[in-house]
């Protein structure tokens, strides 16, 4: 059986819409059949959800996937591979309220010592502020990015954060998150389109309800959790 974290959430998802439309099956029909709720199903099938290692057991016994047509997350490399618990945060201030609930999502993880989240809200007064931040991106094992046209207007985020935090991750193997807070140009930025975000790009934050967008909050804690 395939290594349940190594499966790509997106992929995984494609595959299932692909079978259900070979098969001519709805949602509701398929959630009769696995005895998982529509709208998880709708959520794996957009790749926002990774689901439990039993829940992705009944996809691949109800479609009788192999191990080979299932979609693996890409090996990151591994020279000189970036080690520790920080994760460091890349955000526009006018998008602090954005910040705040994703890091009541990381509160566990913190808690349990798994990660050492890293934000500009930690700097102290007196702080030489950009030799800590190139620090923290250095150290930095996971990098979120919550993007916005705030975010991709930011001269001090585009010029300092993201051009080390994209050559970590291709020199160190960083793992970069982005997610889409509001409408913005995400897909035309060559340098970041080529990151799958957690969410899709014409579903930001700002558009989904409060349910919705927990489920995005958490499926990023998930993703950060199943890095460690």
């Keep these: 059986m395939i290594e349940h974290k190594s499966i790509d959430p997106a992929g995984f998802g494609e595959l299932i819409r692909t079978r259900l ?17 529509p709208n998880l199903i709708s959520l794996v099938i957009r790749g926002r959800r990774r689901v439990s290692p039993r829940s992705t057991e009944r996809f691949i016994n109800f479609f009788e996937f192999s191990d080979d047509e299932i979609p693996k997350v890409k090996s990151l490399p ?16 006018k998008d602090h309220s954005y910040l705040e609930r994703l890091m009541v999502h990381l509160k566990p993880l ?16 007196g702080d030489k502020w950009k030799k800590e931040i ?8 996971v990098g979120v ?11 001090f985020i585009i010029d300092n954060e993201l051009p080390p935090m994209l050559q970590t991750a291709e020199e160190a193997g960083t793992l970069i ?26 579903e930001p934050l700002c558009l989904l309800d409060e349910n919705e967008r927990e489920f ?12 460690f």
């Design 177 to 202: 998150i982005p997610v889409i807070l509001k409408p913005c140009r995400f897909t035309r930025e060559k340098t970041l389109r080529e990151f799958q975000a957690v969410n899709a790009p014409d």
């Design 216 to 227: 995005v909050y958490d499926s990023i804690a998930q993703r950060i959790e199943d890095s």
């Design 78 to 93: 591994t020279k000189g591979a970036t080690k520790g618990k920080k994760i460091f945060i890349s955000y526009s201030h």
């Design 21 to 37: 439309d070979e098969q001519d099956l709805s949602i509701k029909e398929l959630a009769s059949e696995i005895g998982l709720s």
């Design 134 to 141: 190139e620090k923290a991106l250095k150290s930095a094992k």
């Design 145 to 155: 990015l919550l993007i916005s046209a705030d975010f991709l207007a930011s001269d």
């Design 110 to 125: 913190e808690k349990q010592g798994l990660i050492d989240p890293w934000v500009d809200t930690r700097l102290l007064a």
